[in-house]
């Protein structure tokens, strides 16, 4: 999950406006190069709603493949849950006599019972069977945006104290907070607002 701070999308911009008044470094010249105009127009956009105050997180989905290989032709069936997906490659590997005969009485075999016994009868050479069954997964990455409207707005909150301890907290309002040195209550001297996915509280 990646949010993007008031102070992050400030940095993106002060780089932008950096680039736009000195030019690109060289290691970064050979990618093309925006116009003075274009960066304009891209930290107008970044300055927006849609970017600055929209968190973004990453969602990662397992997709199960399962791919046959056989004398019928070839399928492919896609899964998004890792069970069902184990029974269909059970279903079909019990098909084969071979691998029944491989698991014996065992009538509810789980995923790797399927599997070894259906490596067995592929390997022993004595099954004839060519099929290929194959059971195997891609981790895809979704980026999305977060749903704003309602999510509660929280504050990086840094604290400076008199006795020289600085730190910072994240709590749901621009509150003080008691030095973790010597105990004295500190007004944060700056305030980071984030928008976040969850809750927070104020102690
Ligand atoms: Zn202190």
Same mark, same amino acid.
């Given at each position: 999950?990646?949010?993007?701070?008031?102070?992050?999308?400030?940095?993106?911009?002060?780089?932008?406006?950096?680039?736009?008044?000195?030019?690109?470094?060289?290691?970064?010249?050979?990618?093309?190069?925006?116009?003075?105009?274009?960066?304009?127009?891209?930290?107008?956009?970044?300055?927006?709603?849609?970017?600055?105050?929209?968190?973004?997180? +990453?969602?990662?989905?397992?997709?199960?493949?399962?791919? *046959? %290989?056989? #004398? =019928?032709?070839?399928?492919? $069936?896609? @899964?998004?849950?890792?069970?069902?997906?184990?029974?269909?490659?059970?279903?079909?590997?019990?098909?084969?006599?071979?691998?029944?005969? +491989?698991?014996?009485?065992?009538?509810?075999?789980?995923? *790797? %019972?399927? #599997? =070894?016994?259906?490596?067995? $009868?592929? @390997?022993?050479?004595?099954?004839?069977?060519?099929?290929?069954?194959?059971?195997?997964?891609?981790?895809?990455?979704?980026?999305?945006?977060?749903?704003?409207?309602?999510?509660?707005?929280?504050?990086?909150?840094?604290?400076?104290?008199?006795?020289?301890?600085?730190?910072?907290?994240?709590?749901?309002?621009?509150?003080?907070?008691?030095?973790?040195?010597?105990?004295?209550?500190?007004?944060?001297?700056?305030?980071?607002?984030?928008?976040?996915?969850?809750?927070?509280?104020?102690?």
């Amino acid at each position: 999950m990646k949010i993007i701070s008031k102070i992050e999308a400030g940095t993106i911009l002060a780089g932008l406006r950096l680039l736009q008044a000195s030019g690109y470094p060289k290691e970064f010249e050979s990618s093309g190069q925006l116009s003075k105009e274009d960066i304009d127009n891209l930290c107008e956009a970044i300055n927006g709603k849609d970017f600055a105050s929209v968190p973004v997180f +990453e969602e990662k989905i397992k997709v199960w493949k399962l791919v *046959s %290989d056989t #004398n =019928e032709g070839t399928t492919s $069936a896609l @899964y998004i849950d890792e069970l069902e997906a184990e029974q269909a490659y059970i279903g079909m590997v019990c098909t084969y006599e071979a691998v029944r005969e +491989e698991l014996g009485e065992n009538t509810t075999p789980t995923f *790797s %019972d399927a #599997n =070894e016994a259906w490596e067995e $009868a592929v @390997y022993s050479g004595t099954s004839g069977i060519i099929d290929t069954i194959d059971l195997d997964y891609e981790e895809l990455t979704f980026i999305k945006k977060a749903p704003v409207n309602n999510d509660p707005v929280e504050y990086r909150n840094f604290y400076r104290c008199d006795c020289g301890q600085e730190w910072e907290d994240t709590w749901g309002c621009m509150c003080n907070d008691r030095c973790p040195e010597c105990n004295k209550e500190i007004e944060p001297y700056a305030s980071d607002e984030i928008s976040i996915i969850g809750s927070a509280s104020c102690k």
